[in-house]
């Protein structure tokens, strides 16, 4: 994650998957990042960032998503993937986080 590091941004996975889960592939993984837990799913929903259609079989899991929020706290840029294991080119996100102004 150098390349976000020296545009001035910081990285932070989200996930609802639970503290103790994340810490475990945190470590096995050997991310460097921080990674927050929204196991209570607060946060996800308001950004259509979880299934939330119960006759899906991922119901309640995040969707892959991508934000950039700025040192105010103001979401600059959202893109939210249909499918959880389309990963986004990290040169698309740091694309926008230099136009978002952010």
């Known amino acids: 994650m150098p390349q976000f590091e020296a545009a001035g941004a910081q990285v932070v996975g989200v996930s609802a998957d ?5 810490e475990g592939w945190g470590k096995q993984n ?3 990042y921080l990674l927050l837990s929204d196991f209570r799913r607060t946060m996800l929903p308001v950004y259509d960032a979880l ?3 119960d006759k899906s079989p991922i119901y309640r899991y995040a969707k892959r998503a991508y934000f950039i929020v700025d040192k105010t706290g103001t979401v600059r840029w959202i893109k939210v993937e249909a ?5 986004l080119d990290p040169a698309e996100v740091l694309k926008a986080l230099k136009e978002s102004g952010a």
């Not at 639970?18 to 994340?22: D, E, K, M, P, Y």
Request: net charge neutral; hydrophobic share 40%; proline share 6%.
């Open 83 to 87: 499918n959880p294991l389309d990963l």
């Open 18 to 22: 639970h503290v103790s889960t994340l």
């Open 30 to 32: 050997k991310v460097r």
């Open 51 to 53: 299934v939330t259609d």
